[in-house]
């Protein structure tokens, strides 16, 4: 027995020796991050917009800051979601048609060009000193209407560019690419406004497009294959229909609306920042850039989520925890603590943003994942529109902190509902 330590059956009890717990635990939560490294198309892609969405996101604080700069009011910073909610769904309905026409990579190089005139047309407008309100208005609801062309458009061309058995984590990955810009947007965003003023904010997002269009010009082409061409109003009914015979896609979408219409107080996070945390442009940006922090670190751990077959129940229970913290968010009085509860929720928003858009994803076949993709795109980014309007309306009426806790209250009344009306969310068990 002595003889053998040194030898080959020593080694050979070293080689079957089991990982240690600690390892095998983060295989299972740490997300899936094959696809960037077996598909060079998707590492470009998730790479370029990675340093374009930092950009604007940069913007999407900017706006807000220089609205209530120019009228010290609540309400006009929600009718920024006003303005951006007709156009988007316009746009979101449209969008989806054209992306499952058309060589999608085509359509991200004109959306991404429309986008970068958009936000030099802002830049513009801060280097001549104070626009017009209705100016601003006005560029930020034509980039609502591109966007919903373009954000649709890129999620279709996923799933061709990394197969359906890596579809789950680069989903997780492009949930986690977003969440990150989230977090790094508004902080720099912050600094940025903060010690260069706005038109040095505005100018960075037109830069970074760069990124964006380099990475979508290298893609294969993301044509169809089908010569045969569906009349765009057939073509955007044709979608609704297929939606509307998926209850499990149904409920998803109205849990999530509940949750953004009403939970999400971003709208008031500039009046916040002014008198009740009295922490400027750089608080301002922290407050936008905490549910991102807490939705990247929710991503980077999604594995077991993105594997999990009760994808729907997940959905729930993450949108009820959306709406506990929301309320507790609305009493805090330190900046730390709103932080902190606002870092809590991202998490549980990004679980049910993996577990809705994998649903989705696996369920729509590949002519209807454009249009499909848009009608998701049009919740996930109209409701939060939606939601600046409520969260300014009642924050004009009655306070910032009464709109932020009758907010979280309704989006639990919201998901309750959409609970009982649609069962099979919290049934679903998918094959993952």
């Known amino acids: 027995m002595g003889v053998s330590i040194g030898g080959q059956d020593s080694v050979a009890v070293v080689r ?158 492009n949930i986690l690419l977003f969440q990150t810009t989230l977090v790094a947007g508004p902080a720099i965003g912050g600094l940025v406004i903060a010690h260069l003023g706005l038109p040095a904010a505005y100018s960075v997002d037109v830069v970074t497009f760069t990124a964006a269009l380099t990475a979508v010009a290298l893609l294969p082409p993301q044509g169809r294959s089908s010569a045969e061409r569906e009349r765009p109003l057939a073509a955007i009914a044709r979608g609704l229909s297929f939606a509307r015979r998926q209850p499990v896609i149904l409920g998803g979408f109205a849990m999530d609306l509940a949750a953004m219409i009403f939970g999400l107080p971003r709208a008031v996070f500039p009046l916040l920042a002014a008198t009740t945390f009295h922490a400027g442009a750089q608080g301002l940006g922290f407050l936008y850039a905490a549910p991102g922090l807490g939705a990247v670190v929710a991503a980077l751990t999604s594995g077991a989520v993105a594997r999990s077959k009760r994808l729907g129940r997940i959905i729930v229970v993450a949108i009820a925890v959306w709406g506990v913290v929301i309320i507790a968010f609305g009493f805090a009085q330190t900046l730390w603590v709103a932080l902190l509860l606002l870092a809590i929720a991202g998490g549980a928003d990004s679980f049910s943003a993996v577990c809705r858009m994998t649903i989705m994803q696996r369920i729509a076949p590949d002519e209807l994942r454009g249009r499909l993709t848009s009608l998701h795109y049009m919740v996930v980014v109209g409701g939060p529109n939606l939601g600046d309007v409520e969260a300014g309306v009642v924050a004009n009426a009655f306070g910032a902190e009464v709109a932020i806790v009758t907010g979280g209250a309704l989006c639990l009344v919201g998901l309750g509902a959409a609970a009982v009306a649609f069962p099979s969310v919290w049934r679903y068990r998918g094959d993952l």
């Open 16 to 173: 079957s020796r089991p990982r240690p717990i600690a390892s095998r635990a983060f295989r299972t939560l740490a997300v899936d991050a094959r696809s960037l490294r077996e598909s060079r198309p998707f590492r470009r892609l998730w790479m370029g917009q990675l340093i374009s969405l930092v950009g604007r996101q940069i913007t999407m604080v900017a706006v807000p800051f220089q609205v209530y700069s120019l009228t010290r009011s609540a309400l006009d910073v929600g009718l920024l979601g006003l303005v951006q909610a007709v156009p988007l769904v316009c746009g979101s309905l449209g969008g989806g048609a054209i992306a499952d026409r058309f060589d999608r990579r085509r359509v991200l190089i004109l959306t991404q060009l429309c986008l970068a005139s958009c936000s030099a047309l802002l830049a513009l407008g801060a280097f001549a000193g104070h626009p017009p309100l209705l100016e601003i208005y006005a560029i930020v609801a034509l980039a609502a209407l591109v966007g919903a062309v373009d954000a649709p458009t890129r999620t279709a061309i996923i799933p061709n560019l990394v197969g359906v058995d890596r579809l789950a984590g680069a989903l997780s990955l």
